[in-house]
């Protein structure tokens, strides 16, 4: 069981670890290739609190939300490996905020081809964000130190 679970741990980080390594090699001055496709999503974020909310957001340096969302992936998959519930949570506040602003499917009328990608990333993060509460959950339910039960001692007569 406890190499099973490594395993399973290791792969399932590996997704966000091997991601998170990637988003590192690319990032420059202007913060990557993510930073193209965040910025207009992230103005169409603002844009609609703004509306709805009726105070003026500030802007979001790209640059420093790309680095958070190395840190969340890259520290929260390494510590996930090693069965931490911390590391869980990081992958947590990553799939949290990320997922809502990438897959923007809700923008889309159901007829643009971007909407049925969209669709499916987003279905496909909120079942990671299912999986890391499971694993949370579970972490929570198996008490850490099993006691036995004593044996009463025969008498003798």
Known sequence: MGFSSFLGRLLFASLFILSAWQMFNEFDA??????KELIPKLNVVRRNLSFKLGVEIP???????ITTIIFLKGVGGILFVFGSTFG????????????PILY????????????????????????LFGALLFFIGM???IPRKQ???KTPKTKTV
Do not use: C, H, M
Request: proline share 5%.
């Open 30 to 35: 202007t913060g990557g290739p993510i930073a």
């Open 59 to 65: 802007d979001i340096n790209v640059r420093q939300l």
């Open 88 to 99: 869980s949570y990081l992958l947590l506040w990553y799939l949290g905020l990320t997922t």
């Open 104 to 127: 923007d499917f809700y923008n889309y009328s159901p007829d643009k081809p971007e909407y049925s990608l969209l669709l499916n990333d987003f279905i496909q993060s909120t079942a």
């Open 139 to 141: 972490k929570y339910s």
């Open 147 to 149: 006691f036995r039960k």
